[in-house]
């Protein structure tokens, strides 16, 4: 029986190696693809500093409100501030033109008189506040009392900037005008109180927020691009054999090698150790080689390199579980589907739906409601969680237990549908 399951298995391997399209799919396009989207969403996961993001700023104020924004946004080291396009000077109607166009992502409109209206407004509110203490003539500062219109800055975005950055961005600049508006009342009182230039109040902030960042040894655990791309690529990888392992499946069963190998006699679940014990050795290895890149090629690369000390065997554990997760479902599909064309179009799109529902793409948390739980069915999901487990929660085998169990699970299940399903359909 063991040498049967030996001559299986190296059967996969010549099959494997005959397929020269295929291994370079299993091996050279995941390292590619790693690659390629670590270095896109670095930036993402670091502060911008080198790649400022253009912003219009339409100053109809020429005001301390307008100079504050103007400063704000110069500290911030994310924005270059534009005000001319052309050699002419922006105004509101050019500014929304070229946003609209696509031609910068963000225009700021600061309207008219908002520094001098804005302090009239603060000085009526300290005026009726002090005339309630008897400070002032509550006579004279009705007679004095003007309506002034609630002003309004407006911002243009580009129709394809994302939500959170329209957010971000409308928070940091409200954020602004309440410090502004915060130091003009306590300027006003000051002046109205008759006190000398130095500030009587303290306009610090009292209240501040600080990240409490989790350590291991001392050491700050910082999430990066790497960190995330290359567990969850790897993932993807490996579920990726479910392609040619289920057109393989078919192949045999199209050209009669099936049959051969079951009169030997072979009995089926022989024949599914040698595919699983084959492609469980390729799924290593594509894992390892996505590793070894995070950690010798990332920092070549100017990418944060892949801290795996101490979570080596961790992530190989779950790397392992996960393949055998991804040989299952291909097995089951490859049992199933009739031709290569059920096969292949339906395994390629099964990884994907799986890879973008599991958060590989788009984080769970961001996920519709539905959506997140939806999520929970997909292995990759279990895989991703567990290597999060590993790489930025330092957890222990006991930590990833429940999602290793239920990869484990779905490999059992899928293997014993796959050998139920074959036996009845020979016994018809």
């Known amino acids: 029986m063991l040498y049967k399951f030996f001559m299986s298995v190296q059967k996969e391997i010549l099959l494997l190696r005959r397929d020269f399209g295929g291994l370079v799919i299993l091996f050279v396009m995941p390292l590619v693809l790693i690659i390629t989207i670590t270095l896109i969403q670095n930036a993402t996961f670091k502060t911008i500093s080198d790649n400022k993001i253009p912003v219009l700023l339409v100053d109809n104020d020429q005001g301390a409100i307008a100079k504050t924004v103007k400063e704000n946004l110069d500290k911030s080291g994310a924005f270059s501030i534009v005000t001319q396009i052309d050699n002419q000077n922006l105004t509101e109607t050019s500014a929304q033109e070229a946003v609209f166009k696509g031609k910068y992502q963000l225009a700021i409109i600061i309207p008219e008189k908002l520094s001098i209206d804005l302090q009239a407004k603060v000085d009526q509110n300290v005026n009726k506040i ?15 009392e003007v309506s002034i ?3 309004e800055v407006r911002l243009y975005f580009d129709p394809a900037t994302q939500m959170t950055f329209k957010n971000g961005v409308k928070s940091a600049i409200d954020k602004m005008i309440s410090q502004i508006e915060t130091q003009s009342i306590y ?11 130095e500030p009587i109040f303290d306009q610090k902030s009292f209240i501040t927020f600080k990240e409490i960042v989790p350590k291991v040894n001392d050491k700050e655990i910082l999430p990066n691009s790497v960190q995330h791309n290359v567990p969850a690529w790897s993932l993807f990888a490996i579920f990726f054999i479910v392609v040619p392992l289920s057109i393989n499946i078919v192949k045999e069963k199209g050209q009669g090698t099936q049959i051969r190998l079951i009169t030997n006699p072979v009995p089926y679940s022989l024949i599914i150790a040698g595919k699983t014990a084959t492609y469980l050795l390729i799924c290593m290895i594509q894992f390892l080689l996505m590793v070894a ?9 100017n990418l944060p390199i892949l801290d795996v000390s101490g979570k080596m065997i961790l992530m190989i554990i779950v790397a392992l579980f996960s393949g055998l997760a991804a040989i299952g479902f291909g097995i089951l599909l490859g049992t199933v589907a ?5 096969s292949a179009p339906f395994g390629a799109t099964s990884v994907v739906i799986l890879a973008a529902i599991g958060g590989v793409w788009v984080p769970v948390f961001a996920m519709p409601k539905i959506m997140q739980f939806v999520s929970h069915i997909s292995p990759m999901n279990w895989g991703l969680n567990a290597f999060y487990d590993v790489l930025l929660r330092n957890g222990s085998l006991a930590d990833i237990l429940p999602e290793i169990s239920c990869l484990l699970l779905f490999f059992i299940t899928t293997i ?3 050998i139920l399903y074959d036996k009845k359909k020979r016994a018809v």
């Open 293 to 301: 890149v995070g950690i010798y090629v990332f920092p070549y690369l």
């Open 187 to 197: 300027k006003t009182f000051q002046d109205q109180l008759g006190e000398g230039d």
């Open 149 to 151: 219109s609630q002003k």
């Open 130 to 144: 002090l005339s309630g203490f008897g400070l002032e003539d509550s006579t004279k500062i009705q007679k004095q």
């Open 416 to 418: 014993t549908i796959a």
């Open 338 to 342: 009739k031709t290569q064309e059920q």
